[in-house]
């Protein structure tokens, strides 16, 4: 079983930073792809972005493309992700996620997908201020 555990989150005001990280269980660094997703109150979960095992490919949504950056450490078995030029709209509970596999990440749509994983977090909640 794999445990994911997001920190990071709490208030920002709009057009400034903040990191995530998740941390994962169990050394799964080596074998998962992990993913970014949000939770905004009334609506269904989205993607954010996407990180092969290795880090050597990613994939972002539009919405975040330009602003938000995931990576990973593999040494630390932790996922991040960098969110800058913060918006209102970005304000929502943030997931991340795990999916043993090798692959890239590609454009393949799957990716976007909730069912693509396996394994999910706690979430935690970034709230924006105006």
């Known amino acids: 079983q794999v445990q994911l555990v997001e920190s990071g989150g709490g208030l920002v005001q709009a057009g400034g930073s903040l990191r995530l990280s998740c941390v994962a269980s169990?050394?799964?660094?080596?074998?998962?792809?992990m993913g970014w997703f949000r939770q905004a109150p009334g609506k269904e979960r989205e993607f954010v972005a996407a990180?092969?095992?290795?880090?050597?490919?990613?994939v972002h949504a539009d919405s975040v493309k330009g602003r938000f950056t995931a990576s990973r450490n593999n040494a630390k078995s932790t996922v991040y992700l960098q969110m800058n030029s913060v918006k209102p709209e970005d304000a929502a509970v943030y997931y991340c996620?795990?999916?043993?596999?090798?692959?890239?990440?590609?454009?393949?749509?799957?990716?976007?997908?909730?069912?693509?994983?396996?394994?999910w977090g706690q979430g935690t909640q970034v709230t924006v201020s105006s």
């Open positions: 996620a795990a999916v043993r596999t090798l692959s890239k990440i590609t454009a393949d749509s799957s990716w976007y997908q909730t069912a693509r994983y396996d394994y």
């Open positions: 169990r050394g799964t660094s080596s074998s998962y792809a």
């Open positions: 990180i092969s095992w290795s880090g050597g490919s990613t």
